[in-house]
């Protein structure tokens, strides 16, 4: 059975940086991607990455800032999400997020992922 298992997150200083993983145990398909769902927002779609191609696509406020990447030198692929230059409002709990196929363009919206973690939180501190 998939299974997506977040881990990274910790409380940074604005300016800090964190490296979230992601170990994705018994999938081998296209599309995974890190979601984040702030103090009462909606869940936003962050960064994704087509595993085959390596095409990723960042929502806007995080572009310059954070590098989505994978490793798949092992038997469990692993889903990274580098963030430099933490701001407050980066806070939130982070998960990824997989499927085999998702629609062009879709990339970060959370209703095409079928499979989630359980996130990690982060937190920034001004």
């Known amino acids: 059975q998939l299974s997506l298992v977040e881990s990274g997150g910790g409380s940074v200083q604005a300016g800090g940086s964190l490296r979230l993983s992601c170990a994705a145990f018994?999938?081998?398909?296209?599309?995974m991607a890190w979601f984040r769902q702030g103090p009462g927002k909606e869940r936003e779609g962050v960064a994704a990455?087509?595993?085959?191609?390596?095409?990723?696509?960042?929502t806007d406020s995080v572009k310059g800032r954070f590098t989505i990447s994978q490793d798949n030198a092992g038997s469990t692929p692993y889903l990274y999400l580098r963030m430099d230059s933490l701001k407050p409002e980066d806070t939130a709990m982070y998960s990824c997020?997989?499927?085999?196929?998702?629609?062009?363009?879709?990339?970060?919206?959370?209703?095409?992922?079928?499979?989630w973690g359980q996130g990690t939180q982060v937190t920034v501190s001004s």
């Open positions: 997020a997989a499927d085999w196929t998702v629609t062009v363009g879709r990339q970060l919206d959370p209703t095409e992922y079928k499979y």
């Open positions: 990455l087509d595993r085959l191609t390596g095409g990723s696509v960042y």
């Open positions: 018994r999938y081998n398909g296209r599309y």
